[in-house]
Each structure stands twice: as C-alpha cells, then as structure tokens.
C-alpha cells in the first residue's frame, strides 16, 4: 500500500481534528454574577430621632470567677456610651418617648469546639460569648434588625476584657452603617409634589363703547 506523503498527511489529521471540534457541541457561556441590589430599610429605622436602650442582661456562669472584669451592666454601658457618642440619636428615658427600641444583651453559651488551633498549640474554648443587639418598634414591638458580634476567647483575663472592648466597639459601628444605609434610602425617596390647583377662569365681557347718538 502506497503511504500519503507527509505534508498530504498532516493536511488530512488537521482536517479531521476540524471536522470533529465542529461536531462538538457549543459549550453554554459563562453566566456573569449579577449583584444583588441591598434590601430596603424599614421605615421605622429611616425615620427614627428617638432612641430608647434596654439593658437586656449579661450571661456570666460563674459570679466568683467571672469570665470578664467590670459589673453585669459593662455590656449595656458601653453600648450605651458608643451609641450616645455617634450623636445620630436623641436617648431616651422611656420606650413610650422612643422611635426605636435598642435591646442589648450579652450571651456566653458553651463552646461547641472545645479546642482551636493557634500556631503552635492547641487553645481550650470552654465558652462562645456574643453580643446581640435587637431593634423593635417600640409601638407594635415587631423585630426590625438584629446584629450579632462574637467576643474572641482568650486564656488571659486581661485578653478577653480587650476582645470584648472589640466586639461591643463592632457592634456600635454596626449601628452607625445601617444609620448611613438608612439615610441613604431617605435620600433617594422622593417627596410628593403638591399638584397646583389651575386658577378658575374669570369670564370677562368685552364692552364695546360706541358713541351715543345726538337727538
């Protein structure tokens, strides 16, 4: 049998190779991720001057050794203190004289992982404290938002009062971006224009003054 000669050949696998990837089918294109435009704010949080902040209690499990310095109240205080500081807000001393409720509460449920790794060594986490904040309408007492920041754990006492200053200063600027995004939305709403009421139509008479005849 006669061989083809070698550039009849090569001409012959590079046609076939063409044929072949037009047979194939044509692969989808790669859909583009579109961004989700942000959800709106409830127009009670928009709204709101009048802020009132309740103490929702402090979770320590052991009164004689406890997990952080300072009193039960430190995580209302600070929050209280923060939230005064960002000057968004008028505080108030009654939730009858609020927009808002701001519910404060810190939590320290065990630690599912009793241990993580840090480097070179393995860290006993018996506890995972978090502070939540709660926002209710203070007329209908509806949950509005919610924030959670967790408290980093520490072997050191001193470690973990600074990990807590950390989450409750997370949990203040927490409030100050939806106070931001909120004032965002109120700016883009647009107020309703008084429709101008067309002024009525005087019928006026055209008198026509023609010279009176002289008997």
């Known amino acids: 049998m006669a061989k083809?000669?070698?550039?009849?050949?090569?001409?012959?696998?590079?046609?076939?190779?063409?044929?072949?990837s037009a047979l194939l089918p044509a692969l989808p294109a790669k859909s583009q991720t579109v961004a989700t435009p942000p959800a709106p704010v409830p127009t009670q949080i928009v709204a709101a001057k009048k802020v009132f902040i309740a103490n929702a209690g402090g979770d320590q499990p052991f009164y004689d050794d406890p997990i952080f310095n300072g009193s039960p109240d430190r995580t209302y205080d600070q929050f209280y203190a923060g939230i005064k500081a960002l000057g968004r807000y008028e505080l108030v001393g009654s939730p009858a004289e609020a927009d808002l409720l701001f519910e404060i509460q810190?939590?320290?449920?065990?630690?599912?992982?009793?241990?993580?790794?840090d480097q070179t060594r393995l860290i006993p986490v018996p506890y995972d404290p978090y502070m939540r904040l709660v926002i209710r309408d203070p007329r209908t007492n509806a949950l509005l938002w919610v924030f959670t920041e967790h408290v980093q754990w520490a072997i050191l006492l001193g470690n973990r009062d600074k990990n807590f200053d950390q989450a409750s200063a997370r949990i203040v600027n927490d409030v100050q971006s939806l106070t931001l995004r909120s004032s965002t939305d109120a700016s883009n709403v647009k107020p309703q224009e008084d429709?101008?009421?067309?002024?009525?139509?005087?019928?006026?008479?055209?008198?026509s003054l023609r010279p009176s005849r002289i008997p």
């Open 4 to 20: 083809l000669p070698k550039a009849l050949a090569s001409s012959f696998v590079l046609l076939i190779l063409v044929m072949q």
């Open 106 to 117: 810190l939590n320290v449920p065990p630690a599912n992982e009793k241990v993580v790794k």
């Open 195 to 207: 429709l101008a009421r067309p002024e009525p139509k005087i019928a006026t008479r055209r008198l």
